[in-house]
């Protein structure tokens, strides 16, 4: 059975830094792109940053009040991705899921699965 788990959501000071990471199992993560969405309250489920599954040209995708600060990458090997996010301020609290899906660009209907997600508060 397919799973993806996240950590690394905690309360961090604004301006300071946090490294999510996603443990998928079940499934092999090559012939997927891999994701991260983020859900303020109230608000729709917004994809952040993500990674096709090919290797060559422009395979990235930052949301636009990211871009700068935060770093998508993945491990294949190890089954796992990761969102570092720097210089956080107040507006990136929110729920943050992984997500991995066949469709490029990553879009909400074309996800696979999803994990449970993980809270990340910014403290001003």
């Known amino acids: 059975q397919v799973r993806l788990v996240e950590s690394g959501g905690r309360l961090a000071e604004a301006g300071g830094s946090l490294r999510l990471s996603c443990t998928a199992s079940?499934?092999?993560?090559?012939?997927?792109?891999v994701s991260w969405f983020r859900q303020f309250s109230g608000m729709r489920r917004e994809v952040v940053a993500a990674?096709?599954?090919?290797?060559?040209?422009?395979?990235?995708y930052y949301i636009d009040d990211v871009k700068g600060r935060f770093t998508i990458s993945r491990d294949n090997d190890k089954s796992m991705m990761y969102l570092q996010m720097d210089k956080l301020t107040p507006d990136d609290a929110a729920v943050y899921f992984c997500?991995?899906?066949?469709?490029?660009?990553?879009?909400?209907?074309?996800?696979?699965?999803w994990g449970k997600g993980t809270p990340v508060t910014v403290s001003s």
């Open positions: 997500a991995i899906g066949k469709v490029w660009p990553v879009r909400t209907a074309g996800i696979d699965y």
């Open positions: 079940g499934v092999s993560l090559d012939k997927y792109a």
């Open positions: 990674i096709s599954w090919t290797w060559t040209g422009d395979n990235t």
